[in-house]
């Protein structure tokens, strides 16, 4: 398992972004994928699997979709950044910049005002919606807790079921955004879900 800290972000260095979470992403598989790596850490590169949560569930959604070799994905509560952004800001905008900058102030190299800049200046980019095409032919796990998320997650299951996917998993939890008394039960459905997909 390889967990890559985005630039920015859990003292990595440099500038935090959306996109530079993307491209850091695709850069942690094609590193999985230099044959020396492969080999020394035991990479199956034709059965490598992407998870994210949150907003992390998002990026890898993105990664996936746009390199045909990965083998699935699992989404945790993922973030439909670009529609969910513009939902919040419309609902209750104190309580949607505050928790932007909360959020922002953890970040190096960006603020809440830039993040925001970058999920509105191309929305299509920012939409998972737009990812079933690419998406519908791999395994995907979409495990759905009681949160904000949860009416974008189920959308998203059914879009995929819908253009054909037969390969969706769909999983809801009874809590909250960061699954704290689910963590177990967490793990059990994504190893049981690896499992399954990759026999």
Known sequence: MLVPF??????SSGAFSFTHAIEDTQAA?????IPENAKQFRVDTNRIVLIGH????????SATAHDPRICGVALIS???LGPASAKQRAGNSKEFYERW???ASRLAGTT???LLEEVTRSPQNWDYMNFVSLLKDRPVLVVEADDRNTAENQALA???RKAGNTKVTETHMATDH???DHRIALQAEVVNWLTRILQ
């Open 29 to 33: 598989v094609e590193f999985l994928r």
């Open 6 to 11: 985005y630039r920015g972000a859990w003292g």
């Open 54 to 61: 949150s907003m992390g569930g998002f990026i890898v959604a």
């Open 178 to 180: 960061p699954f704290s």
């Open 158 to 160: 059914q879009a995929l």
């Open 78 to 80: 993922a973030a439909n």
């Open 101 to 103: 900058r909360a959020n």
């Open 112 to 114: 809440a005002e830039a």
